[in-house]
């Protein structure tokens, strides 16, 4: 597959900073690509805090169901990511191949299994390989170093065209700490979760218990406000680490996800999050266009939040973007198909600043010119007015593309 | 858009014999298409029994509410259906427009509004100009003639390749009747209604409480089990009409769903109706191969729906099928996404007769090559075994191709 890098690829990346206390290595194990890394090494000097969210489907892989038991521990001392395989529905030898990878880091660095965290993306159903990351895993943790962030986030893509990098700062206290987060995504994108895989590490000092709520918080109106195709994955993994190195700098130890102290580190974990997310979003498979779908006056945001995914999960919707068709007869359609309050006769339809209907009908005064003109861009801003009550949200997504057909056609060969 | 006929398209065409009581004639009205017939109108001698299933969408059209509101009356003396305009999400005029062209069709025939129904399919959100369809109407009323379904069936298609007509017979005592249908779909195809207009009309004598319940048994596992792209049309109409002719010849009057007598007239119903929903997904836009999902083991019937309708819709399985990839993988993703009860270590997943996928892994026989085999295929069998309970259900949908994105970012240009 050589569809080059997404049109809605950013222009530039942040620098990202050294977070102490963690340090990484990339490979290329060759598990199913050639002449690119493939397993990326996360260490973490000391014991971190972790949290973590997941995937909500009733068939999770085995890295899921291995994260899953060793979460409440709450202790993270590796992570080790595959891309090519992802380790899901390969029934005992998945838990094999979990278990060796697994073994192999906590004796290469000298943890215990408990606090080794595993994800592996890729294609389903075929059995994973663990010796080939295990024969690179004494190479990988004699190479770990702080500053490789974007190196990290390449090793994790699958169909991902660009790296997915953020970065913010925050002041704990009079603290100041970082928090770096990468991602990779690209198909079977969808809410709960749409990650599909995101690490993101903090030098703060943060109780597992309280980081965990924080992540919690902060994953709906990011990861699980993007949709590039409606379908789950079995492997999403969204995990957050605290080094605790900052107490080093007199940052006083967050216990509760409510303190005061804490606030504007959620703020910025949160931003941190969403920029990762759209990151996602931006990079869906075939994608040309990024839309960006806003519900208000909605009975309430949850059957905002529902309409909003009912417009971005919408094929009609999705092709209609691809051709630049201002077709909002389409979004009238998926407004109706969401199943939640709606009153035809209330309904108003904006795209971008030009508002096409209004009161159930065409906006009287609706420019096809202008609309096109919205349609024309790379980002489409679409709104909807319910105008029954104050509930809203905000989802994005990508067009539908005969690219994302072409990518997916053709993915295993 | 010169797609040309859809390579699922049936073969030959079925007789469609003449039903005492019925007649039709088809007129160009020049509403959107050119050089094509796109206005059908259906006049019953005498008033016939009515029964109908509608869009269960919050922003149904005008032509929805219309007859809606006449059903319960349970007569009918005539429909009129246009193409290349919906008449759906226009406000006041679109109320005018359904009262201007039933009060034409009521003044011609000599009938009451109450016993005319109405059906549009097309664009969304465009005026229609009814001026258009009353300046045929009478001319349509001088031409109507019994022998004329294929005609019918075409005069209501949009984006779809070949028009869609079924015909069964039945015996209710001893008395043969005789059930024609028409419908037309394409786009905008999904359950609850998957329609998208369909009219089917019995000589049968048949109460309207029991004609009801007869059509809202029969589309289960018809209509509402066949899905092209998950979204759900404003428009949604299915109307199944009984002249009640065969009395004539001696049919006692059905007043009762359950009697003993209407059984195999109920067989003979759903078969029809499966038959044309089958024909409406095999014309789904830009469709190449058709899919039969089935799932059994099941918690439930309606589990086992809901998990098959995720497979069909899921478009990384459509996009596989397109590609003709046995990608078994993305059944799981699908299944495990559906929300429903399933056990990955159960699961057993065959394309055609090929176990892929048995107790949560790769079929240890699995053979690429004979999964191949079935992938390229025009109709390609998937099941899906959960080993739960007995719980099952069939559901149709097409792939997904890059011809249904051509198709569909360019439709209203």
Known sequence: MSHGVSPLAPTSYPAMPVIDGVAMATAEAGIKYKNRTDVLLMVFDRPASVAGVFTRSKCPSAPVD?????LPHGVARAVVVNSGNANAFTGRKGVEATTKTARAAAATIGAKESEV??????????PLNADKIEAVMADLASRVTGDFW??????IMTTDTYPKVATRTAKIGAVTVTINGIAKGAGMIAPDMATMLSFVVTDADIAPSALQTLLARGVGPSFNSVTVDSDTSTSDTLLLFATGAA????????ENADAADVAAFALA?????????KQVARDGEGARKMLEVTVTGADSD?????I??????SPLVKTAVAGEDANWGRVVMAVGKAGE???RDRLAIWFGDVRVAVEGARDPDYSEEAASTVMKKQDIPVRVDLGLGSGSATVWTCDLTKEYVEINGDYRS
Chains 1, 2 share one sequence.
């Not at 107490?247 to 967050?254: D, F, L, S, V």
């Not at 974990?269 to 997310?277: E, G």
């Open 117 to 126: 965290f595993l994800a592996s993306t890729g294609v389903i159903g075929e």
């Open 269 to 277: 974990l949160n931003d941190l999050l969403k920029d990762l997310a």
């Open 247 to 254: 107490a080093a700098r007199g940052q006083a130890r967050i």
């Open 341 to 343: 309050p709606a009153d």
């Open 308 to 313: 909003a995914l009912s417009i971005a999960n």
């Open 66 to 70: 291995f994260c899953r038991a060793n």
């Open 302 to 306: 949850e059957s905002a939040k529902r």
């Open 150 to 155: 974007v190196e990290a986030a390449k090793a």
